[in-house]
């Protein structure tokens, strides 16, 4: 919340001969961010912790973490440079670690993604998470080492450690985003990239109707039970904050078809993905609240086959680190073309054609 120091007007008035003089005094903001969490960081290690207790069914949830660090490590390999030091912040199970031992999807036959890559450092805050799938064949293909962190918002990393750092479908549970990029930033080497995916926007938006309108109809009021997410409005924005140049910000969306919203609901236990809002509503969600919100969930988003789908919108994110050889974009009005005189001049070829 914000603190703020606040003085009062005091009027002028005579008392016992004393004159008084009046005083204007301003609200003012103290110094500092604004210290406030969304999140309870405690109960979102417990979630994963707890996910992932029951290594078989935590693994059977990984689809959707698994085809996201797919997405990102084909970004990433768009770069022509090698990549000695890499960062997997948030690295739940290593899934970033076992897409890149993978063939790419666009060259099977120049071998596994990693072969730029060479050293990933898998940083998470649940260990049972970080170390579930260590004994996997995938950790002899490729050089990971695994940290685990204190706390999710404190990177205790020197300055210009790592070639690349990359995060996937962990930042939309930071409560201190803003700092965690700073730090991330101070972590990068010169002109090296952070490239993050992130849950935001309209994710489950579906479930966030139904659920809402049940409680409204059946309590006669709303509570928290989806946390909140991110604007990618907002997210360019962060990263400038932050230091980052060459800024690039863009959606994707996952559909995911459910047999019911009930199986939906089970999945994101299963990942703990489940809400940890610091203000949410303690205890499970009402008996009469899930069916309610089943059949809204299937009267307004149902598929034709009976299915229900369920919309994952995906914030991706790349910014590099300044430096005084990276490439800079020239001055407005020194370019040696026309866009506008290009333009026109197309236009005005197609329509004399027609």
């Given amino acids: 919340m914000n603190a703020f120091c606040a003085r009062a007007f005091i009027p002028p008035w005579t008392r016992r001969g004393v004159a008084l003089h009046a005083t204007r005094r301003y609200a003012v903001q103290a110094p ?39 997405r990102l490590c084909e970004r990433i390999l768009d770069i022509n440079r090698p990549f000695p030091q ?19 999807e666009d060259s099977p036959h120049k071998g596994p993604r990693s072969a730029r890559i060479g050293t990933v450092t898998a940083a998470e805050a649940s260990e049972t998470l970080l170390y579930r799938d260590a004994h ?28 690349a750092v990359l995060s996937s479908l962990s930042l939309h549970w930071i409560n201190d985003l803003p700092s965690v990029l700073a730090q991330v930033n101070n ?17 489950l938006y579906e479930l966030r109707t139904a659920l809402q309108l049940a409680e409204q109809d059946r309590r006669g009021g709303v509570a928290t039970h989806i946390s909140p997410l991110a604007d990618v409005r907002d ?16 959606v994707d969306d996952i559909v995911v078809d459910y047999p019911d919203c009930f199986s939906l609901m089970k999945d994101l236990q299963a990942m703990g993905e489940s809400n940890a809002v610091l203000a949410r509503e303690k205890g499970p969600i009402h008996r009469d609240v899930l069916l309610a919100a089943e059949g809204i969930y299937r009267e307004l988003h149902g598929n034709a086959d009976g299915t229900l789908p369920a919309t994952f919108r995906l ?30 001049k197309n236009e005005k070829g197609a329509n004399e054609k027609d």
């Avoid at 997210?235 to 863009?250: I, P």
């Avoid at 991706?316 to 020239?330: D, E, F, N, R």
């Fill in 32 to 70: 500092g961010a604004p210290a406030f969490d969304v999140f309870s960081n405690q109960h979102k290690w417990q979630q994963k912790e707890r996910a992932a207790s029951n290594a078989e069914l935590s693994r059977s949830v990984d689809y959707l973490r698994d085809e996201v660090a797919s």
């Fill in 136 to 163: 996997l064949p995938f950790n002899n293909e490729i050089d990971v080492v695994r940290d685990i962190l204190p706390t999710s918002e404190l990177l205790p990393y020197g300055a210009n450690t790592f070639d």
């Fill in 187 to 203: 972590i990068l080497k010169p002109d090296c990239p952070f490239m993050g995916v992130m849950m935001g926007g309209d994710s």
């Fill in 235 to 250: 997210v360019g924005g962060l990263l400038q904050k932050a230091g980052f140049n060459l800024l690039t910000v863009d």
């Fill in 315 to 344: 914030i991706y994110m790349i910014g590099w680190k300044p430096s005084p050889t990276q490439a800079k974009p020239l001055e407005r009005g020194t370019g040696m073309f026309s866009i506008k005189d290009y333009l026109e």
């Fill in 86 to 104: 890499v960062l997997d912040l948030g690295a739940h199970a290593c899934n970033l670690s076992r897409m890149l031992t993978l063939p790419s």
